[in-house]
């Protein structure tokens, strides 16, 4: 079947550096894509979505990007800090599936 | 507002024992899932329930059963405890996307 992926398992950053997690998916279908954080010992946090009606969405330090052509989404986070590591995850749903399939997750670590 | 709660945290079971995991939600969420996450396997749904008195399954539903009690409740049976369930069980809430999931139970089958 079709799946999200991620391209780099784990990313090392400096603490003020701007960080970049991609997720490739492979579903034309797919209309709706999410991104989560998950601390050590907690579950999945939401921290940002996008349609697919969309390019760019922009939150508070966090921005999606969308590129349907090539099937490619990123989470850009602006002045990584050291409690924004965790492991992070890219998902999405197709076809007015409201179920979303995961991607592996990367592991982003800020260090000080 | 406590959002998804799961019970117990931890758990060992020998194989072959049986064992109920709780969820509860207090969102008033129509949809519940189950999701196991192994390491480098990302997360991956066992069954979900799209409202109250529906349950399917999702993608690696065997040696696991379901019950959606109520609106609130979700839980999730082994009946017999293999090695390979060995894993953290994420219970999740939908009303509109994205999911609400709760902190997880770690589950080790010796």
């Known amino acids: 079947g079709e799946s999200v992926g991620l391209h780099l398992p784990t990313l090392s950053v400096q603490e003020g550096d701007n960080s970049i997690i991609n997720c490739a998916y492979s579903n034309s279908a797919s209309d709706y894509f999410i991104w989560y954080k998950q601390e050590s010992g907690k579950g999945p946090q939401f921290i940002i979505d996008?349609?697919?009606?969309?390019d760019k969405r922009q939150g508070q330090r966090v921005t999606v990007l969308l590129n349907k052509t090539v099937k490619h989404l990123s989470l850009q986070i602006a002045a990584t800090q050291p409690g924004d590591s965790a492991v992070y995850f890219c998902?999405?749903?197709?076809?007015?599936?409201?179920?979303?399939?995961f991607g592996r997750g990367t592991s982003l670590i800020v260090h000080p | 507002n406590a959002g998804v709660t799961q019970t117990p945290k931890f758990q060992v079971l020998k194989t072959g024992q049986s064992m109920t995991l709780q969820c509860a939600q207090d969102?008033?969420?129509?949809?519940m899932y189950w999701y196991r996450q192994d390491p480098g396997m990302g997360l991956r749904l066992i069954y979900y329930s799209a409202s109250e008195g529906t349950t399917d399954k999702g993608e690696v539903p065997n040696g696991y059963n379901v019950s959606r009690l109520n609106k609130r409740e979700f839980s999730l049976r082994l009946e017999s405890a293999a090695p390979s369930q060995t894993s953290v069980y994420f219970c999740a809430s939908e009303g509109k996307s994205p999911l609400h999931f709760g902190n997880g139970t770690r589950l080790t089958v010796t």
């Open positions: 996008i349609r697919s009606n969309m």
């Open positions: 998902a999405e749903t197709a076809g007015g599936s409201y179920i979303p399939t």
């Open positions: 969102m008033n969420h129509n949809s």
